[in-house]
Nanobody
Framework: QVQLVESGGGLVQAGGSLRLSCATS????????MGWFRQAPGKEREFVAA????????YCADSVKGRFTISRDNAKNTVYLQMNSLKPEDTAVYYC???????????????????WGQGTQVTVSS
């Protein structure tokens, strides 16, 4: 079992920055990939970014590429999402997720992730 707890959300003006954190605990291992997803009211859950255990492979959605960066500190059991140049359309609840994987291929489909955090609200005002 893997437990995930997000933090760092809040209210920010357009053009501002936030850094989300996801603290992991439980049966984490070198075979867990981590992902960030978001869901705005009335919309489907959307992939944002993913990272392999080693941190060598990352992938971001086109909508956030160049603005968001995913990283991890395995010594601290924490995954981060640095969000810069925020836009009002980035407003959503952001979720951290984990999936067990034996390969370096990153997955973007939310239903392939087994463990989820409770989410943290990000609101970007115009």
């Amino acid at each position: 079992q893997v437990q995930l707890v997000e933090s760092g959300g809040g209210l920010v003006q357009a053009g501002g920055s936030l850094r989300l954190s996801c603290a992991t605990s439980g049966r984490t291992s070198s075979s867990y990939h981590m992902g960030w997803f978001r869901q705005a009211p009335g919309k489907e859950r959307e992939f944002v970014a993913a990272i392999t255990w080693s941190g060598r492979n990352t992938y971001c959605a086109d909508s956030v590429k160049g603005r968001f960066t995913i990283s991890r500190d395995n010594a601290k059991n924490t995954v981060y999402l640095q969000m810069n140049s925020l836009k009002p359309e980035d407003t959503a609840v952001y979720y951290c997720a984990a999936r067990y994987s034996g390969s370096a291929i990153l997955i973007t489909q939310f239903d392939q992730y087994s463990y989820w955090g409770q989410g943290t609200q990000v609101t970007v005002s115009s």
